[in-house]
């Protein structure tokens, strides 16, 4: 009876060893896609708040009167600020929200906006800043 018995504990152990070596690499590998989430999910924030923040922008009305992007540009920015509060994403040091006027070929705004990335476990290095630019052309009426 003695011989069963320990084939089973010999196997049992051996699979314990297996799991050991197999287990720091299942971790890395772990760590490595949630940390490659996170930066994708803050990508889309950021990427967002420049986009909806440049639409925002080129349909702010602004009087004939006044210097063009006097009304639209501040506008915008904080459109975009309040988006990335909004998303958890408070614009803090090293954040940059600016947005921009350009009138070649046609007149545009622009909106760009950098963010220092902030890794959720720091494993896995991709980059420090996340940034955006996106244009959206104003139609004059």
Do not use: K
């Not at 930066?39 to 889309?44: D, E, G, N």
């Not at 988006?83 to 929200?97: D, F, K, M, S, T």
């Amino acid at each position: 009876m003695n011989g069963p018995r320990r084939r089973g504990w010999a196997h049992r152990a051996a699979s314990a060893v297996e799991f050991a070596l197999v287990l720091p690499f299942l971790l890395v590998m772990v760590t490595g896609v949630m940390e490659f989430g996170w930066y994708i999910s803050q990508a889309i924030v950021v990427s967002r708040a420049a986009r909806d923040a440049s639409r925002y922008g080129a349909s702010v009305y602004e009087r004939p009167e006044l210097t063009p992007g006097s009304v639209a540009l501040p506008e915008a920015e904080a459109f975009a600020l309040t988006i990335l509060e909004g998303a958890n994403r408070p614009c803090n040091e090293g954040c940059v929200v600016q947005a921009s006027l350009d009138f070649e070929p046609f007149e545009t705004i622009v909106v760009h906006i950098s963010v220092p990335y902030e890794p959720l476990i720091g494993m896995v290095t991709l980059g420090t800043t996340i940034e955006y630019r996106f244009a959206t052309a104003v139609e004059v009426q």
